[in-house]
């Protein structure tokens, strides 16, 4: 089973800054097989990045996601108010277990 | 515009049994596999169980194996969770996800609001 560890736990930044999220993964996720949700408080997780770096429909270019192999990055270029969640990473490379990160709190300061 | 709807969910007490539901409008159902992740209270997100398109291969969480069966309806657009055996830890909100493609290997591109199960005596 792939582990997936992210950091920061919290991130503690004021709207128009630039957020980095680290998912670093105990082994290989191959073909790049990982995806990132944002989930705001009682609403579900709404997918944002697939492919580690491929947008989902709709979502804005301030957020992309880069990397490979064990270390993956989502960057939010600019943050808006609405960008103020959890996120998480997911990997599906290794099926037919899937496995999601342990998330990070992207909070105001 | 796709659709979600999981039902099902109750307070159980520990030992006993619980089915869910999730009904799916607004694509092809039968060309996705579908899966149950789910999230107990303040805490992060776990995958349960996945399914594809045709039930020809299924997958579950170790936490959950030989405990808990997923099944699906093409012909009702309905996914299922017979859940057995359940324990104060499966106490979650369920949710059903979406695959993007036939077989539960993927990323969930659209989710239901989820349904919450209580297992406590």
């Known amino acids: 089973e792939i582990v997936l560890t992210q950091s920061p736990g919290t991130l503690s930044l004021s709207p128009g800054e630039r957020a980095t999220l680290s998912c670093r993964a105990s082994?290989?996720?191959?073909?790049?097989?990982l995806a990132w949700y944002q989930q705001k408080p009682g609403q579900a997780p709404r997918l944002l990045i697939y492919?580690?770096?491929s947008r989902a429909t709709g979502i804005p270019d301030r957020l992309s996601g880069s990397g490979s192999g064990t270390d993956f990055t989502l960057t939010i270029s600019r943050l808006e108010p609405e960008d103020f969640a959890v996120y998480y990473c997911?990997?599906?490379?290794?099926?037919?277990?899937?496995?999601f990160g342990g998330g990070t709190k992207v909070e105001i300061k | 515009e796709v659709q979600l709807v999981e039902s099902g969910g109750g307070l159980v007490q520990p030992g006993r049994s619980l089915r869910l539901s999730c009904a799916a409008s607004?694509?092809?159902?039968?060309?996705?596999?579908m899966h149950w992740v789910r999230q107990a209270p303040g805490k992060g997100l776990e995958w349960v169980s996945g399914?594809?398109?045709?039930?020809?291969?299924?997958g579950y969480a170790d936490s959950v194996k030989g405990r808990f069966t997923i099944s699906r309806d093409n012909a009702k657009n309905s996914l299922y969770l017979q859940m057995n055996s359940l324990r104060a830890e499966d106490t979650a909100l369920y949710y059903c996800?979406?695959?993007?493609?036939?077989?539960?290997?993927?990323?969930?591109?659209?989710w239901g609001q989820g349904t919450l199960v209580t297992v406590s005596s």
């Open positions: 996800a979406k695959d993007r493609g036939y077989f539960p290997n993927g990323y969930f591109d659209y």
């Open positions: 607004g694509f092809t159902f039968d060309d996705y596999a």
């Open positions: 399914i594809s398109w045709n039930s020809g291969s299924i």
């Open positions: 082994q290989s996720v191959s073909s790049s097989y």
């Open positions: 492919g580690a770096s």
């Open positions: 997911q990997q599906y490379g290794s099926s037919p277990l899937l496995t």
